[in-house]
C-alpha cells in the first residue's frame, strides 16, 4: 500500500542554516507530493505541493522536488528563521480511490537564535 | 474565502460517554476527511465523505462514525469513549471528487481530552 517515510526529528538549527528534511515515498500509482507545516496548537496548513515527476514546489524559501527515479520528495531551505520552528509533515495523495492522503510521522524542527 | 471551521475547539469528557464533532468546509469543497493526531501515532486517517456518502475509511472500530450533510458540513462521533482517543481531531476539506491533484485544507481542529 501507500506510504510515506520521513526524517525522524527533532531537528534542531542555529538560524540561517541550511535545512534538508528527507522524505521517501511508495506509491501503486502517480501522486500528488505534499508538505505540509503545523505550528503550535494549530492545524496543518499545507507549504508545498508538486504534482509531477521532476515537478519543484516551492514557498516561503521552502523547495522541494517531486524525484520519481528515488521516490523522493526532500524539503529544502538555504536559511531558516527562528519563525521556522514547526513540525513539518511529508504527504502523498493517490489518485484512487478518493481523495485519501498518506502521512509522514512529521519532523519536528526548532531554530535557536 | 473562510478557512475551514471545527466545533468545539477543546472537549473533555469521560470514559463511557460518546462525542459529536463538527466540521464546516471552505465553501465550494464537498470532500471532507477526518484525522486523529496523536504524539505516539501521528495523524492517521478516519474517513472522508463525498456528496454525503463515505468514500474511503481508516482503520478504526466502529466506534468511530461520521456522515455530511447535503452543505458538505460533516460530523464525526465517537461512542463509548476510552482513554486512549484522547487526540487531536482534525478535519481537512478539499473541492473536487478527483483523488490526486487535490490539495486538503486543514482545520485548527478539536482538541479531545477523555478522563
Known amino acids: 500500500g501507500d506510504s510515506v517515510t520521513q526524517m525522524e526529528g527533532p531537528v534542531t538549527l542555529s538560524e540561517e542554516a541550511f535545512l534538508t528534511i528527507n522524505c521517501t515515498y511508495t506509491a501503486t500509482g502517480y501522486p500528488s507530493l505534499f508538505w505540509y507545516v503545523q505550528y503550535p496548537g494549530e492545524g496543518l496548513q499545507l507549504l508545498l505541493k508538486?504534482?509531477?515527476?521532476?515537478d519543484k514546489g516551492s514557498n516561503k524559501g521552502f523547495e522541494a522536488t517531486y524525484r520519481k527515479e528515488t521516490t523522493s520528495f526532500h524539503l529544502e531551505k538555504g536559511s531558516v528563521q527562528v519563525s521556522d520552528s514547526a513540525v513539518y509533515f511529508c504527504a502523498l495523495s493517490d489518485r484512487e480511490p478518493g481523495n485519501q492522503f498518506y502521512f509522514g510521522t512529521g519532523t519536528s524542527l526548532t531554530v535557536i537564535p | 474565502k473562510a478557512g475551514v471551521t471545527q466545533t468545539p475547539r477543546y472537549l473533555i469528557k469521560t470514559r463511557g460517554q460518546q462525542v459529536t464533532l463538527s466540521c464546516s468546509p471552505i465553501s465550494g469543497h464537498r470532500s471532507v476527511s477526518w484525522y486523529q493526531q496523536t504524539p505516539g501515532q501521528g495523524l492517521q486517517f478516519l474517513f472522508e465523505?463525498?456528496?454525503?456518502?463515505?468514500?474511503n475509511k481508516g482503520n478504526f472500530p466502529g466506534r468511530f462514525s461520521g456522515r455530511q450533510f447535503s452543505n458538505s458540513r460533516s460530523e464525526m462521533n465517537v461512542s463509548t469513549l476510552e482513554l486512549g482517543d484522547s487526540a487531536l481531531y482534525l478535519c481537512?476539506?478539499?473541492?473536487?471528487?478527483?483523488?490526486?491533484?487535490?490539495?486538503?485544507?486543514f482545520g485548527p481542529g478539536t482538541r479531545l481530552l477523555v478522563l
Open positions: 465523505y463525498f456528496s454525503e456518502t463515505q468514500r
Open positions: 481537512a476539506s478539499s473541492h473536487h471528487s478527483r483523488g490526486s491533484q487535490e490539495t486538503q485544507y
Open positions: 508538486a504534482t509531477k515527476a521532476d
